[in-house]
């Protein structure tokens, strides 16, 4: 094969390879539905206010397949997950269990969240160790 049609080649496939890339990021806007990960998070009260309501279900319904959450605390017994939860939504944040079976046992995870960027996790995992003194790590979502 002659080296100019060599390089044609490889051009071409270089050029298919970008289009395939980034047309999708030029549509995207039009295309994408709406997502429970487009709103932003209510900013916890001021101490002294009265929180806002928030309901949330004990496991949100994600579309989407990935997103990020805060992992607060790990417990053995359903009733400690429970009034953790509890205390964490009466103060705004969207917190549930994340029920894990292993070897017979089992563990339950707090959690507080989902968002969709990491960064936003990062930040809400900031505010939960100011605010309760709770040392979470950010985790994926489901």
Same mark, same amino acid.
């Given at each position: 094969m002659d080296l100019q049609l060599k390089r044609?080649?490889?051009g071409g496939a270089v050029l298919v390879f970008l289009a395939v890339i980034f047309l999708p990021m030029l549509f995207e806007d039009?295309? /994408?539905?709406?997502s429970p990960f487009d709103r932003t998070m209510p900013e916890p009260p001021a101490p002294g206010e009265a929180p806002a309501?928030?309901?949330? &279900?004990? $496991?949100?319904?994600? &579309?989407?397949?990935?997103?990020w959450a805060v992992q607060v605390? =790990?417990? =053995?017994? #359903?009733?400690?997950?429970?009034?953790?939860?509890? /205390?964490? $939504?009466? #103060?705004?944040? &969207? +917190?549930?269990? +994340? /029920?894990?079976?292993? #070897?017979?046992?089992s563990l339950y995870?707090? /959690?507080?969240g989902p968002v969709l960027r990491r960064e936003e996790a990062e930040t809400l995992a900031r505010r939960l160790r100011e605010r309760f003194g709770l040392k979470g790590f950010v985790v994926s979502h489901p």
């Open positions: 044609r080649l490889v039009g295309l /994408r539905s709406p309501r928030i309901v949330v &279900p004990d $496991r949100p319904h994600l &579309p989407l397949s990935s997103g605390g =790990s417990f =053995s017994s #359903a009733a400690n997950a429970d009034a953790l939860v509890a /205390r964490l $939504r009466q #103060a705004g944040f &969207p +917190a549930y269990v +994340a /029920r894990l079976d292993r #070897a017979g046992e995870r707090v /959690r507080v």
